[in-house]
């Protein structure tokens, strides 16, 4: 697993563009990603940021949340303006899965790793079947 969790402080959002490139409306449907992404995300003052393979950085955030769990949360990936819409859905793919790995090891029980790449070789995600 190739992830990279960023400080805020470290991430450098001067003529960043953000595009959503996921968006999760439900996450509390399994509780354990509810708690998990809220302990994370407040914790980091209501931002989660990565930086993928690829080097991009991408920012987790809520949104909406009521006073029990979150309501939903978006991915973005924070393009600088020079290269803004020149990010392949590949390489996303690729940069989102390690984010992924690391929620499903964290709430554990039963969604699994193993249940990541059956799910995402079905749907041909790019890197799926490089991990079967």
């Not at 969790?5 to 003529?15: H, T, Y």
């Not at 969604?111 to 790449?117: F, H, I, K, N, Q």
Request: negative net charge; contains cysteine; charged residues 25%.
């Amino acid at each position: 697993m190739i992830i990279h969790f960023l400080r805020a402080a470290e991430v450098d959002l001067a003529g960043a563009v953000p595009r959503q490139v996921l968006l999760e409306q439900n996450p509390a449907f399994y509780s354990e990603f509810n708690d998990i992404l809220m302990k994370h995300i407040e914790e980091r003052g209501g931002s989660l940021f990565f930086r993928g393979p690829s080097r991009q950085v991408y920012r987790v955030s809520l949104t909406g949340e009521d006073s029990v769990s979150l309501t939903g949360i978006e991915i973005c990936l924070m393009e600088s303006q020079a290269n803004a819409g020149h990010i392949s859905d590949e390489t996303i793919d690729l940069d989102l899965w390690p984010f992924l790995e690391w929620l499903l090891e964290q709430a554990g029980g039963e969604w699994t790793a193993e249940a990541l790449v059956k799910t995402g070789a079905i749907y041909r995600v790019p890197g799926a079947s490089e991990r079967n």
